[in-house]
């Protein structure tokens, strides 16, 4: 049974550049979540898909989005890369249906280095 | 504002002795708790969870315990093993924003044989 795939494990970009990060859930999962953790620090919630579309999002600015595809893996975008972006980006994915006490399963992470 | 705290940012016990690590949080709109665990170069795992109804929650050598007056919960390893060397992190949410996850920054355990 694989569990939350990500892609890829490292990434180097340089200030003002785009990146794509993508994910796989665990197989059966219809949810996935994004998190940015910087070092030192804990996952901070950036957003939520499901059934296709954004249902909860963080504190995070609009040059942080994604999709979800009918697969339900799903990608997340970084536009206009600032050096403060660079973290570990994880991706978690769950059941919807079991409300709060559904378990987050995540991925080991991107590794993101802005220059 | 960080409404989940950690506030010991490590701790070190002897193999077989009791590891207590802590957590505070200050959003009461928080109902449920949960505790990751998260080896290098891996994402965090779920160890376990405790509801707010609850105080107490038990699995295996993995004790949970929550006072909602205090808004304060622990973790306690009994006995604790090499193997658990890890970061641990708390993390809360409540039913209306399921999805999303509030975690505090991590207490990083290390057991000693």
């Known amino acids: 049974d694989a569990g939350v795939t990500q892609s890829p494990t490292h990434l180097i970009k340089t200030r003002g550049q785009q990146v794509t990060l993508r994910c796989s859930p665990k197989?059966?999962?219809?949810?996935v979540s994004w998190y940015q953790q910087a070092l030192g620090q804990g996952p901070q919630f950036i957003f939520q898909y499901y059934e296709e579309e954004e249902r909860q999002r963080g504190n995070f600015p609009d040059r942080f989005s994604g999709h979800q595809f009918p697969n339900y893996s799903s990608e997340l975008n970084v536009n206009a890369l600032l050096l403060g972006d660079s973290a570990l980006y994880l991706c978690?994915?769950?059941?919807?249906?079991?409300?709060?006490?559904?378990?987050?399963?995540f991925g080991a992470g991107t590794r993101l280095s802005v220059l | 504002d960080q409404q989940v705290k950690q506030n010991s940012p490590s701790l070190s016990v002897q193999e077989g002795r009791i590891s207590i690590l802590n957590c505070d949080y200050t959003n009461s709109m928080f109902d449920y708790f949960l505790w990751y665990k998260k080896y290098p170069a891996e994402g965090p795992t779920f160890l376990i969870s405790i509801s707010s109804i609850k105080d107490k929650n038990e699995d295996g050598r993995f004790t949970v315990f929550l006072n909602k007056s205090a808004k304060h919960l622990s973790l306690h390893i009994v006995p604790s093993q090499p193997g658990d060397s890890a970061v641990y992190f708390c993390?809360?949410?409540?039913?209306?924003?399921?999805?999303?996850?509030?975690f505090g920054d991590g207490t990083t355990l290390t057991v000693k044989p």
């Open positions: 993390a809360a949410k409540n039913n209306t924003n399921a999805g999303k996850s509030t």
């Open positions: 197989s059966g999962h219809d949810t």
């Open positions: 978690a994915s769950s059941l919807r249906d079991r409300g709060a006490k559904n378990i987050q399963y």
